[in-house]
């Protein structure tokens, strides 16, 4: 299976991927987290993006695009296909990655579109905390841990990522209607787009994305069932 994930920041991508993630035991690939990698480790690439991504400008699209390219050609996991979260972000990278899958003799099975309004994104990011060690995400008001400041998961040190304040955020939403919005477009002519309300709740969308999975012949049921 082979995904991407489309949508502005605070969409609720990253709590759906964690769950397709397992469904299909694929790969989960987020530009951002690996682009935040690279900052904590304060290696080259991530001292020169770091103005990027602190004031929510799209790093260029030949640095995202290498990026994906090493990861989908040489990267470890990906034999039961992938989850891109955050890439594609511009017409650029869609067409990029197109070419890069066509040379692996691979294509897109699904774009998932997850529309949101501006409203509850920002109140879920500004409310967004992430685990340090394991990454899970949490909420401060929707989905607090059970122990403030610690992961339920794996007791890491919860934190708010420095782009996730109201200004930042702003940004980040202006930019993704300008560059990221079109691309839409792109994947919905190629008849691979699946849009899902993300206004609602985690479990209404994966609701929704199972029905389609379903109907489309793609759910291992037994699996499905186990999980449930
Ligand atoms: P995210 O975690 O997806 O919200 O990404 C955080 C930040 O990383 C973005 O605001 C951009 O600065 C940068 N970034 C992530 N993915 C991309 C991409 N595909 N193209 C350009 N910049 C990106």
Redesign the pocket.
């Known amino acids: 299976m082979k995904l991407v994930l489309l949508g502005p ?1 605070g969409a609720g991508k990253g709590t759906q991927a964690n769950l397709l993630k397992e469904l299909f035991d694929i790969a989960h690939i ?4 690996i ?2 990698e690279e900052m904590k480790n304060q290696t080259l690439l991530g001292k020169e993006i770091k103005k ?2 602190e004031s ?4 260029p ?1 030949e640095v ?1 695009t290498k990026i994906i390219e090493n990861r989908l050609t040489h990267g470890a996991g990906i034999s039961k296909g992938f989850m891109l ?6 017409r650029t ?1 869609a067409e990029d990655l197109d070419k890069i899958l066509i040379t692996n003799k691979n294509s897109i099975d699904y774009a998932i579109y997850f529309k949101s309004t501006l409203s509850v994104i920002i109140q879920r990011l500004t409310g967004r905390r992430v685990c340090r060690k394991c990454g899970a995400l949490f909420h401060a008001v929707n989905k607090p841990p059970k122990k403030p400041g610690a992961c339920d998961i794996c007791s890491g040190e919860l934190y708010q990522r420095s ?1 996730d304040n109201e200004e930042t955020i702003k940004n ?1 939403i202006a930019i993704y209607e300008k560059s990221t919005q079109p691309i839409i477009e792109y994947y919905k002519k190629q008849g691979k787009l699946i849009k899902v309300d993300a206004d609602k709740d985690a479990d209404f969308v994966k609701s929704h994305l199972m029905e389609v999975f379903n109907k489309d012949g793609k759910l291992d049921t037994d699996k499905v069932e186990r999980r449930s």
């Open positions: 920041p987020s530009t951002g987290d682009l935040r990027f991504v929510g400008a799209l790093v699209d995202v979260d955050g890439f594609p972000r511009t990278q782009d980040r």
